[in-house]
DNA sequence: GCATGATCATGC
DNA sequence: GCATGATCATGC
């Protein structure tokens, strides 16, 4: 093997394009090795057989001439049909000692990702590893339209770093470039300059909503709409320009906004109607580019007249024999809210009509996902697990469960959430009260209460 | 008044 | 058919 090869940007391309098509069975040199192999090997084959040098882990660029760095990665068909990134794309390990101290384009995260090679492979549920084929393959640097948003991200993060926060960085603290954890346990723990606690390893990525929208964009050939076509002439962040926008219709009624922006409709969707014709989309807020990408979901909030809301909020049920079966960080709850930025719009009462008073963006502090809603979940898992669901059967048919209510913890609680009580998912253990093999639809919920603190926070 | 179980309505 | 947001019904 020739440790020494060097490449120009157009033959690191032209190898790349020369692999398309292929399994990586069938590009690599011992095949009879790696019937299965482990996953960080998808990027070695290619780095080794392909290119011809060996594994580099090491501060410089993998093509150090051209600048580039080499990136194999996967993207998965939807049973619906869409194209979806596998998983984020970690870029390089930060190093909360050193990195503060940089700017972006100064950073060892820019050197690392200022230009890559992806490789794009389709992952398939149950095939071999040497089956998997590669498909698609792009040089890439960051879209002048996106970088904005990466630079603010990255500002964000080293913020964080800088005031001693670095074990609470959520990857949706930020909109692309996310700050995602590496390792399981306690061996991963790290210093950080201005704080005696210890963080969590975390690593520069790609947020997996970005990923999933280069994917669409590049392999599927979809287009899609923008908030903000040219982000250079921006002068704030995508989130205080939402709000400078949004601003001039704060205080007004759903009906004086109707009026205004010329919606004649009294569906249930008036107010995502609202939000859309404010910012100026012609289709749906949830559906633009940044918002797919940042993985930004909007949701709606109504306050009563006496300050009430009345609605906690939902989440998608969760399924009994999976939820037993996994851990925490492995969980939906958990990854829901580690990458997900919420926008609330937020809908006051007053004289009896819905007054639009204000946007809220929104992201679980880790503090409570990691103690409070994991106990949460730890006690569904444990019921769901004994079989103890069902305490009582009261003589209307009304069945009282264990699962963890409203009173029992601050943040959230887990309800019924189904077209009825007969909507069911199976259960791993018959559960010891009613021998039911099959239990009505659950799904967590985040208290009204809490709602309530948060936007007024 | 509020927690909790249940159900409706809409859109894909 | 089902997920999701919205809402109802009941009883303490």
Aim: charged share 30%.
């Amino acid at each position: 093997m020739d440790t020494n090869k060097t490449y120009t940007k157009e033959e690191v391309t032209e190898i790349a394009k020369s692999v398309l098509g292929k399994t990586f069975g069938e590009i690599n040199s011992y095949q009879s090795k790696i019937d299965e192999f482990s996953k960080g090997q998808f990027g070695h084959i290619l780095e080794e057989d392909v290119y011809g040098y060996g594994a580099n882990s090491s501060k410089d660029a993998d093509f150090k001439e051209a600048g580039i760095e080499l990136k194999v990665t996967p993207y998965k068909k939807n049973k619906n049909g869409t194209l979806s990134a596998k998983e984020r794309l970690v870029i390089t390990i930060i190093n909360y000692l050193e990195d503060y101290k940089h700017n972006f384009y100064d950073s060892h995260l820019y050197e690392k990702s200022k230009m890559m090679q992806i490789i794009w492979y389709l992952y398939e549920e149950g095939k071999k590893h040497c089956d998997l084929k590669i498909t698609h393959e792009l040089l890439y640097s960051y879209p002048e339209e996106d970088l904005p948003i990466i630079i603010n991200d990255y500002e964000t993060i080293i913020d964080k770093i800088k005031k001693g926060k670095a074990e609470e960085i959520s990857e949706a603290d930020t909109m692309y470039l996310g700050a995602c954890c590496k390792g399981a346990n306690s061996s991963s723990l790290r210093k950080q300059p201005f704080s005696d606690k210890k963080a969590m390893q975390r690593a520069f990525c790609l947020k997996t909503s970005y990923m999933t929208q280069l994917v669409r964009e590049y392999i599927g050939g979809e287009k899609i709409e923008k908030i903000i076509p040219d982000k250079k002439a921006a002068k704030l962040s995508f989130e205080d320009e939402l709000i400078n926008r949004l601003k001039p219709y704060y205080g007004k009624t759903v009906n004086e906004l109707k009026e205004l922006l010329d919606v004649n409709t009294d569906a249930k969707n008036v107010n995502e109607l609202l939000l859309a014709k404010m910012l100026g989309v012609k289709g749906k807020v949830a559906q633009t580019d940044e918002f797919l990408k940042a993985n930004i979901v909007p949701k709606t909030i109504r306050v009563e007249e006496n300050g009430r809301i009345i609605e906690s909020m939902s989440f998608p049920t969760f399924k009994f024999d999976k939820i037993v079966n996994e851990t925490w960080n492995e969980s939906d709850l958990y990854n829901i809210f580690y990458t997900t930025k919420f926008m609330f719009s937020i809908f006051e009462e007053k004289n009896g009509e819905y007054v639009f008073s204000k946007i809220k963006f929104w992201c679980m502090p880790l503090s409570i996902l990691n103690n409070d809603i994991k106990d949460v979940w730890n006690k569904t898992k444990k019921v769901v697990l004994s079989g103890n669901i069902v305490k009582e059967v009261l003589p209307n048919g009304k069945r009282i469960t264990n699962f963890p209510g409203m009173s029992e913890n601050k943040y959230c609680h887990v309800r019924p959430h189904g077209q009825n009580a007969n909507d069911n998912y199976p259960l791993p253990t018959e559960d010891r009260l009613t021998g039911l093999k099959e239990y009505t639809k659950q799904c967590f919920w985040l208290n009204n209460k809490y709602i309530k603190e948060i936007i007024e926070q």
